[in-house]
């Protein structure tokens, strides 16, 4: 039995926090599904820029559903604890789909890349098939990894403490608690792992980015240039903004315990709901499936 500390035990604040939680937990889910059900229903949404926004929302309905419903339960009955069986399989699915969702973020950033500046060939570029073929990798990666992680954590033991000081349970940041002969080899092995993929993953992002700035910025009209600009924008605030959180999460030492959790919470609770809120928000081809929908939703309820 392990003890994951959470918000630790001040008794006033854990119902405000439930209800918070449970308000973002639902407000994710419903988000991500809409975004799904609609990527799937309407044809007109059937590109390879939102079967990739689609199997983003897909991978936080899933990556949401790991992480909150424990916390909530926690928080809800103050119970505290739970086996390392079931933290370590936490922490496996959450490894994976994190790992995914990276990728899928980079394979968006290719493709936002091939529109823009290989207008003319991206059709014959990235089709369904590719398409397929990089969400297909995108997992086969993540569930590698977390096989990897797996067979050296099988073959150890744990050996830290009992309570960690955690929301839920990341050992990324605490392999010290497992013990073995080859937990040297696997630290070894995560951290350069973690430092290429990092590296390569956001180098290829940012010289994506630059390569379409610049591309936009060649085109002659500026209705042209905003209207570009607008397909790459969303994907823009979404891998800004979680990059910049994984970055202060892992490169900026622990400075705080309570400076992590805030972190963490913001990790946990804005990144489910950003993708929902960007693309609803902000592109025309979503507001008009969403129209659609209303229009067939109130007609079915004439009828
Ligand atoms: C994920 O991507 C694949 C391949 O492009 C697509 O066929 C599938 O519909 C997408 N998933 C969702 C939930 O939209």
Not at 25 to 37: D, F, K, M, Q, R
Not at 53 to 70: D, M
Not at 191 to 207: D, E, F, G, H
């Amino acid at each position: 039995e392990l003890i994951l500390l959470g918000f630790g035990n001040g008794p006033e604040l854990q119902p405000l926090l439930f209800l918070l939680f449970l308000v973002i937990y639902l407000a994710a889910l419903a988000g991500n599904l809409l975004i799904v059900v609609l990527v799937v229903a309407d044809r007109h949404l059937h590109t390879p820029m939102y079967y990739f926004v689609a199997n983003l929302s897909a991978v936080e309905i899933c990556s949401v559903s790991t992480t909150l419903p424990r916390l909530l339960a926690s928080l809800a009955t103050g119970d505290r604890t739970i086996s390392l069986q079931n933290c370590i399989v936490q922490f496996n699915i959450y490894i994976i789909l994190s790992n995914t969702e990276c990728l899928l973020l980079t394979a968006m950033c290719i493709d936002r890349y091939l529109a823009i500046s290989h207008p003319l060939r991206y059709p014959a570029l990235v089709n369904g098939r590719v398409c397929g073929h990089m969400v297909a990798w995108a997992w086969i990666n993540g569930i590698a990894y977390s096989i990897m992680l797996e067979a050296f954590i099988l073959q150890s033991i744990y050996c830290g403490a009992k309570e960690l000081d955690v929301l839920y349970c990341d050992f990324g940041r605490v392999y010290r608690p497992f013990c073995g002969a080859n937990i040297r080899t696997l630290q070894l092995v995560t951290s350069i792992y973690s430092i290429i993929s990092n590296i390569l993953i956001l180098l290829l992002t940012l010289v994506t980015y630059i390569c379409i700035i610049v591309n936009i910025l060649r085109i002659p009209s500026s209705t042209g240039r905003q209207k570009a600009f607008s397909t790459c924008s969303s994907h823009l605030i979404v891998v800004g903004i979680y990059y910049g959180t994984v970055i202060t999460k892992y490169a900026v030492p622990v400075i705080d315990a309570i400076f992590q959790k805030v972190i963490d919470v913001w990790f946990l609770i804005m990144v489910p709901l950003l993708n929902p809120i960007l693309y609803c928000l902000r592109n025309k081809e979503v507001h008009q499936s969403l129209r659609k929908a209303r229009v067939a939703l109130v007609a079915f309820r004439h009828k």
